[in-house]
């Protein structure tokens, strides 16, 4: 088995739930994405892209 | 222990695939009450053995198995499935037991309410036998210990000393046992996949926005699935027509529907199938004792598929931070009240409460930089399936791991962690990328072992070729044997 396992030290465990976020953190920034790339939409592969608003209920505040 | 492999024979009815007991019902051999109750009388008598069950629903199961028993509609109308037990995972909700989420903050949660894919069940007139364990919160927040789980850990049915594998454990456990023919797992990112391969059976993880997740605890509304596991890849496609389909309750259904290609065009399709493989996922990455079953896997499907040649998957991206970020930070949006109310303190699992907690600082920047990752390698995937049909490569480089044991402790050898050694990835990170796509893929076995533990083989092809992967593995499987060797039980 390996040496580098955690412990099951709860305190440690906390540590290496945080160092798994901060290698996470590295890896992705370590792959750059061209500024014109778009997050997919959450719903489905096959749904319109971006549905058109109805013009009369546009309103501002909201993000 | 090891259980010694015995094939199943067609009269056997613990093991028996869906038109074997549709045959059956049809010939009045027993009636669908009598099925129904031995098949309650199994799980309570022997799902704990496998820690399999989160609880048996006789009640519910007598009522929808004397409704199929009355039904005089002409069979085909309502479909093969009618008054056939099954489980589902305890992640979908479904009237008339709790659903616990496999974790004890929800021991007592009540949902008065049939997930879509439960309700779609039971209008093909199927029996729900039984809510199946899992994986406390189907493993969100990186759990370490197949413990896991407010019903235990989950026991495989081929060795009880070994996993079942997670998160969808009692769904896999309970059809590789033989206590239901086909149940309902979920998968986010592998845990369809995992269990199938450690249990011997064959799982299908539809295309994203294939089957509604409305009624299922969300951990990803990005990543997760629902989909079947049974004996056989025809019992898996005959599931999934009766649960895949757009539903309002759920917008991120496509619409889409699944039919299962006929004979004919079955047959004319794996002819000409184009099959990408990598030599080094099995050469490289598979762990000592599943080796030589995986190569005479890839050896066996490569004789029943149109042509088998070198395809890699998209390379070049960070995997598991991308499932791990998209996962981490919508479960921490998920399961806010939970961590933050203090609740998470009763799950079972240590490494999953810290993991829970740690994902509350997960940055939106770098959520949004995995999700525009995953923008690109749908892009990239769509340019590999532009020259191949389907990819195949391994289901899980080893057999399944000891039941005591800490899941992030490999013995040396067993399936490899790419990166850190250097060599080529191949397709073994399939799992994490193609969940991240959203791709479909079917796990099937493929022999045993050396030390007597199913191994299995896994495709994966593009949005939607559910058809193509049903009628790969169905031809695969009617010339092996495989998925009709069950443990001794």
């Known amino acids: 088995m390996s040496d580098e396992r955690p412990s099951d030290d709860?305190?440690?465990?906390?540590?290496?739930?945080?160092?798994a976020l901060t290698a996470n953190r590295a890896a992705l920034r370590a792959r750059p994405v061209p500024i014109d790339v778009e997050p997919p939409t959450i719903f489905g592969v096959e749904q319109p892209r971006r549905p058109m608003p109805d013009p009369a209920s546009r309103h501002s505040g909201t993000a | 222990m090891t259980a010694t492999p015995v094939e199943s024979g067609k009269s056997e009815i613990r093991f028996a695939t869906i038109p074997e007991l549709a045959g059956a019902l049809r010939r009045r051999a027993f009636s669908a009450r009598e099925l129904a109750t031995a098949t309650c009388d199994l799980l309570e008598a022997e799902g704990g053995r496998y820690n399999a069950v989160a609880a048996v629903m006789r009640k519910r199961a007598l009522r929808e198995a004397d409704r199929a028993d009355r039904s005089s509609a002409p069979e085909d109308s309502e479909g093969p499935l009618r008054g056939i037990p099954y489980g589902a995972k305890d992640l979908l909700a479904a009237r008339g037991a709790p659903t616990t989420w496999g974790a004890p903050p929800y021991r007592d949660q009540m949902l008065n309410d049939d997930a879509t894919a439960i309700r779609r069940l039971g209008r093909a007139g199927a029996v729900l036998a039984a809510k199946l364990a899992m994986v406390e919160l189907a493993g969100g927040g990186s759990y370490r210990y197949p413990s896991a789980s407010l019903q235990g850990p989950g026991r495989n049915p081929w060795d009880l000393d070994r996993w079942s594998g997670g998160s969808s454990s009692g769904s896999a456990a309970a059809v590789g046992a033989g206590l239901v023919p086909y149940s309902l797992g979920s998968e986010t990112s592998g845990s369809i996949g995992t269990p199938a391969a450690f249990c011997g059976v064959t799982g299908l993880r539809p295309t994203y926005g294939l089957v509604s997740r409305h009624g299922a605890m969300a951990l990803s509304w990005t990543l997760d699935k629902i989909g079947p596991m049974a004996h056989t890849a025809e019992d898996c496609g005959t599931v999934l027509a009766a649960v895949a389909g757009g539903d309002r309750a759920d917008p991120s259904t496509s619409g889409r529907r699944f039919r299962p290609l006929a004979p004919d065009a079955s047959?004319?399709?794996?002819r000409h199938a184009r099959i990408g493989y990598a030599e080094e996922?099995?050469?490289e990455h598979a762990a000592p004792e599943a080796r030589n079953a995986l190569a005479a896997g890839v050896e066996e499907f490569g004789?029943?598929?149109?042509?088998?040649?070198?395809a890699t998957m998209p390379e070049g991206y960070p995997f598991g931070a991308m499932v791990g970020t998209v996962f981490g930070a919508e479960g921490a949006s998920i399961f806010s009240e939970l961590v933050d109310g203090g609740g998470v303190d009763a799950l079972v699992d240590e490494r999953q409460k810290a993991g829970l907690r740690a994902a509350n600082e997960i940055l939106a920047r770098d959520y949004l930089h995995a999700m525009r990752l995953r923008t690109l390698l749908q892009r990239d995937f769509a340019k590999v399936f532009d020259e191949i049909d389907v990819l195949l490569t391994v289901g899980r480089t080893s057999t399944a791991p000891q039941i005591d044991k800490p899941l992030d402790a490999r013995p040396p050898g067993a399936g490899s962690t790419p990166a850190a050694d250097g060599k080529p990835l191949g397709n073994t990170p399939?799992?994490?990328?193609?969940?991240?796509?959203?791709?479909?893929?079917?796990?099937?076995p493929c022999g045993f072992g050396t030390d007597g533990l199913p191994v299995g083989l896994q495709l994966v092809g593009p949005p939607f070729s559910e058809p193509l992967l049903v009628a790969l593995v169905s031809a695969y499987q009617a010339v092996t044997h495989h998925h009709r060797m069950r443990p001794v039980v």
């Open chain 2, 267 to 270: 047959a004319d399709a794996t």
């Open chain 2, 303 to 310: 004789r029943i598929a149109g042509t088998m040649r070198r």
């Open chain 2, 281 to 283: 996922d099995v050469a």
């Open chain 2, 430 to 444: 399939l799992i994490p990328a193609g969940n991240l796509a959203g791709l479909p893929a079917i796990f099937f």
């Open chain 1, 10 to 19: 709860p305190e440690r465990l906390r540590e290496v739930a945080k160092e």
